[in-house]
């Protein structure tokens, strides 16, 4: 089993600055990558950024410029540093996780929620 506890995220007005991390544990051997999704009321859930084991990093364009992924690998745990939020990154996000060899599966987290409001 693989849990992954998410914290960080709350309320911030437009323009803020948020950083939400992602600690994993449990049967996490073998990982191919970390991630964020989020998903706004009555949308599909999106990819927002993630990361590999050797660092290579992939962000929607969205938020390309705006929000940075990174992760320490000795502590299994992955940030997502959130700067000029806009109202349109209010969502929940959620932490993923991947492992070798079966790519298609992703592990998720419980999700936080995120509001970006004057």
């Known amino acids: 089993q693989v849990q992954l506890v998410e914290s960080g995220g709350g309320l911030v007005q437009p323009g803020g600055s948020l950083r939400l991390s992602c600690t994993a544990s449990?049967?996490?051997?073998?990982?191919?990558?970390m991630g964020w999704s989020r998903q706004a009321p009555e949308k599909e859930r999106e990819l927002v950024a993630a990361?590999?084991?050797?660092?290579?990093?992939t962000y929607a364009d969205s938020v390309k410029g705006r929000f940075t992924i990174s992760r320490d690998n000795a502590k299994n745990t992955v940030y997502l540093e959130m700067n000029t939020l806009k109202p349109e990154d209010t969502a929940v996000y959620y932490c993923y996780l991947r492992k070798m060899p079966i790519l298609t599966y992703k592990y998720w987290g419980q999700g936080t929620q995120v509001t970006v409001s004057s």
């Open positions: 449990g049967s996490i051997s073998r990982i191919y990558d």
């Open positions: 990361i590999t084991t050797g660092g290579v990093t």
